[in-house]
C-alpha cells in the first residue's frame, strides 16, 4: 500500500472537482494510507498548479478536456493540459473526462497522451469512475465503452475517411443526395456507392436520418 497519494483535478465544475475528492476518499485507507488533492479551474490554474509542482509530481492527473484556455502559454483544452502534464511530470498516470464523441477528439488524446484512464462522461456514473480511478492506480488501462469501441472500429480499419465524412455532415445540414456532386469531386454513382459502404460500416439499414444518428453517435459528426 502507497504512504500518500497526491492527486491533480482539473475542471471547471466545482461540484465534479468535490465528486472526484469524495470518491478518491473512498479509495483513502484500501490504496493509500493519505491523500492529497489538488484543484485546477482552467488551463491557467492547471499551468500555475504543475510549475509550482513540477519537482514534486503528482501521482495521478484527473483532466476534464473542455475547460477554459490559457491563449498567453498556448494551452486551449484539457488535451494540451495533459500534454504538458506528460512533458512536466512523466511517471504521472493521467485520466482524461470528456463528453465529446468526435474522433478527431478521442484520436488526438490516444495519439498524443496515451493516458491510463480514459472516460467519456456519457457512459459512466460514480461507480464506474471510481472503477476507473481504481484499476488505473492498480496499474491497469481502463477505457469506457465509446472509447473502446472507437479502438476496436479502428484496430479493425473499420474507420470512415474524409469524404464519407463529409458526405455525412452535408447529409446532416439538408443537403439532398442528388446535390452531393457540387461540393464533393465526385460522380453522383460514386456517391451512391460511399453512401452504401458508409451505412454498412455504421450498420444502419434505415434512411439518411438513420445514418447521420447514428453516425452522430459514434463521434464522427
Do not use: W
Request: glycine share 4%.
Amino acid at each position: 500500500m502507497k504512504t500518500s497519494l497526491s492527486v491533480l483535478a482539473i475542471d471547471d465544475h466545482m461540484v465534479v472537482l468535490e465528486g472526484y475528492r469524495s470518491i478518491f476518499n473512498m479509495l483513502e485507507g484500501n490504496k493509500f494510507e493519505s491523500l492529497t488533492f489538488t484543484k485546477a479551474r482552467d488551463c491557467k490554474s492547471g499551468y500555475d498548479v504543475l510549475e509550482k509542482y513540477k519537482d514534486i509530481p503528482f501521482d495521478i492527473a484527473v483532466i476534464d478536456y473542455s475547460i477554459p484556455e490559457y491563449p498567453e502559454m498556448k494551452l486551449f483544452s484539457g488535451h494540451d493540459m495533459a500534454v504538458e502534464v506528460r512533458r512536466l511530470m512523466p511517471d504521472c498516470k493521467i485520466v482524461m473526462m470528456t463528453m465529446h464523441k468526435e474522433v478527431e477528439i478521442m484520436s488526438n488524446i490516444l495519439t498524443n497522451i496515451n493516458p491510463e484512464g480514459f472516460i467519456n462522461k456519457s457512459d459512466c456514473n460514480t461507480e464506474e469512475i471510481a472503477e476507473c480511478f481504481e484499476a488505473v492506480l492498480n496499474d491497469e488501462k481502463y477505457y469506457s465503452p465509446t472509447i473502446s469501441s472507437y479502438i476496436k472500429r479502428q484496430q479493425k480499419g473499420i474507420m470512415l475517411d474524409d469524404i464519407d465524412t463529409k458526405i455525412i455532415i452535408l447529409l446532416s445540414k439538408g443537403i439532398r443526395t442528388k446535390n452531393l456532386g457540387k461540393y464533393i469531386p465526385l460522380s453522383d454513382s460514386a456517391i451512391e456507392k460511399r453512401k452504401y459502404k458508409v451505412k454498412k460500416i455504421l450498420d444502419v439499414t434505415g434512411d439518411d436520418e438513420a445514418l447521420i444518428a447514428e453516425a452522430r453517435k459514434q463521434g464522427y459528426i
